[in-house]
């Protein structure tokens, strides 16, 4: 008896999947780069100048730079939520993609691990991106920024996986509108991308302790200061628990939901 | 395996939703080269008994097994060797005609050069030789159809299960589709389809079963089905004393027959009698015919809407 909550049953054969969804977003490069690569950057440069200009130095370093590192999070995190949300949901219902690759020796356990790499995958090219950018800019020239690389890729991980759940439960895309506004924002207001955590009441501060986005900032901002970051194993170890257990959570409910 | 011939076999197997049972008691036996019609009104558990001859879903009883592979648990090998031409199209909308053979062939794990050289003969066999750089929503309906019948070869399968292959078809269409079914049975490979077209289980079909609330209700040829099932003649009467007369006359001359809103479907052996009866009610229009597949279907699974 195959049960719903048995652990996920992995194969390469997710890999045709991923090629699938590169094919399709090669077609649409240009406005796919421009939407998730070039906005965030944009905002990154307003905000860092423009703000940046009337604050002093926030924990030794420009506010644009504090800035940068809170936007390689946030603009990671965003598109791997966007990718499993709306273009998730697009394969799994709207265009039956799933549906017919299940029709292949392909299993639904592939599939969502697909949706997940791809996603993260999506979140890597945003991070490269940001991280072009900063160095560019000369806003870091720290060598250790190159562990944004991994770190993008972990952190696409990890909200791919989150992000999964909703899609694996939604009755339509006007859904996600609750988790944008209910989850998504309030956590980037928490997590330290526009100012930092010590600010906010002590209550708050807790709260944000324990959220995966103030993980992901409280490793992205040391390195790109130069400064190996603080418990960074620990840090670490809670996205990739994140991402384990939105994994397994996502994987079971998508299971029910295809049963019916 | 009851024979080497046997490429699909179910025993027992039944499924439930919510305390219902959608499929209930199956047991269906698939020769190789054999074109199997699966026959039923809506909701009648077709689509679902294909979810779990495919593995995709789990029985909660039965005996499963698809080309020599236990299913569910080895379905994924069992699916290598198999195609599925799936009721509604979910062909991938950004892709061409000739990407969409391509990426589906990259999930049976073939290689890039396998399935171009596939792609001239699969593209000929679906009439889209001309269309092959064509966008997915510049097809027609019967493009879209013969399209995912290729997709469904791509692997070569042994076995392909076809759902309501021609839905939603306009009859030229319907008849090339038919055309290419006949040739994949000739060519050796075993369909399994399910439809509720009779023309079309009757055309293609070397076994139907007839199936209701789960369960195959009537197995065989369609020509042992109606034999079986049903006298050989149907008289339809038509107009607006038809009912009437029936109540008083109909069974003086039929064995059998049946009221259905301002026609009267007449069942008989000999259809004499009752036609000399019928030239003496000019009122009355008719038409006496053959008893066919529909006939039996609706016999058997009842004239009152399923929605």
Not at chain 1, 51 to 64: A, F, N, S, V
Not at chain 1, 116 to 128: E, H, P, R, T, Y
Not at chain 2, 72 to 86: D, K, T, Y
Not at chain 2, 245 to 272: K, L, M, P
């Amino acid at each position: 008896m195959i049960s719903h909550f048995s652990l996920p049953r992995l194969s390469l054969r997710f890999i045709p999947i991923w090629r699938r969804n590169f094919m399709v977003w090669k077609k649409m490069a240009g406005s796919s780069i421009l939407g998730h690569l070039a906005d965030p950057v944009i905002y990154m440069l307003g905000l860092g100048y423009g703000l940046g200009g009337m604050l002093p130095e926030i924990g030794g370093m420009p506010y644009i730079t504090f800035l940068a590192a809170g936007t390689v999070c946030y603009s990671t995190m965003n598109s791997a939520s966007f990718e499993v949300l709306y273009s998730g949901f697009t394969r799994m219902h709207e265009q039956r993609t799933w549906e017919a690759i299940l029709n292949t020796p392909i299993t639904l356990d592939d599939i969502v691990f697909s949706e997940i790499v791809w996603a993260a995958s999506k979140s890597l090219l945003s991070g490269l991106a940001v991280l072009a950018v900063i160095w560019l800019l000369g806003l870091s020239h720290s060598p250790l920024t190159l562990w944004l690389i991994p770190l993008s890729l972990l952190v696409g991980l990890c909200f791919a996986s989150l992000g999964l759940i909703m899609t694996a439960i939604a009755p339509g895309y006007d859904f996600f509108m609750y988790y944008f506004t209910l989850i998504i924002t309030p956590m980037v207001l928490l997590c330290g991308v526009f100012f930092p955590v010590d600010r906010l009441p002590p209550l708050l501060q807790t709260v944000s302790s324990i959220l995966p986005l103030t993980h992901a900032i409280d490793l992205a901002r040391p390195l790109l200061n130069d400064v190996i970051p603080a418990n960074f194993l620990w840090h670490i170890a809670a996205l990739l628990g994140y991402a384990l257990a939105g994994f397994y959570v996502s994987l079971v409910l998508l299971r029910k939901r295809l049963s019916q | 395996m009851d024979n080497v011939n046997t490429v699909l076999s179910a025993r027992g197997l039944r499924k439930y939703y919510g305390g219902q049972a959608v499929v209930d008691g199956l047991d269906i036996s698939i020769r190789r080269g054999e074109c199997f019609g699966l026959l039923g009104p809506n909701g009648a558990g077709k689509t679902t008994t294909l979810r779990l001859l495919l593995g995709l879903i789990t029985p909660d009883a039965g005996e499963l097994r698809l080309l020599d592979h236990a299913v569910p648990e080895q379905s994924r090998a069992a699916r290598l060797r198999v195609g599925v031409v799936p009721q509604m199209d979910n062909l991938d909308p950004d892709f061409s005609v000739a990407e969409n053979l391509l990426v589906y062939g990259r999930y049976f794990g073939m290689s890039d050069a396998a399935i171009e050289a596939r792609l001239p003969e699969l593209l000929e066999f679906a009439n889209l030789a001309q269309k092959r750089d064509a966008k997915i929503p510049t097809l027609s309906g019967g493009m879209k159809r013969r399209l995912t019948l290729a997709r469904a070869l791509v692997n070569d399968p042994e076995v392909i299960f076809l759902d309501e292959p021609t839905i939603g078809l306009d009859p030229q269409a319907r008849h090339l589709i038919w055309q290419r079914l006949r040739e994949l049975t000739a060519r050796g490979k075993t369909l399994l389809l399910t439809t509720h077209f009779m023309d079309e289980a009757e055309r293609l079909c070397h076994r139907l079963a007839v199936m209701d609330n789960g369960r195959i209700i009537s197995e065989g040829s369609p020509r042992e089905l109606i034999g079986r099932n049903i006298e050989p003649q149907v008289v339809e009467v038509f107009g607006e004393g038809a009912a009437e007369w029936a109540r008083s006359h109909a069974a003086h001359h039929a064995q059998r027959f049946e009221i259905s809103g301002e026609t009267v479907f007449c069942y008989v052996g000999d259809a004499q009698p009752l036609l000399l009866e019928l030239q003496r009610q000019p009122e009355l229009r008719y038409l006496h015919r053959p008893a066919n597949l529909e006939d039996v279907f609706l016999k058997l699974t009842g004239r009152e809407m399923r929605e």
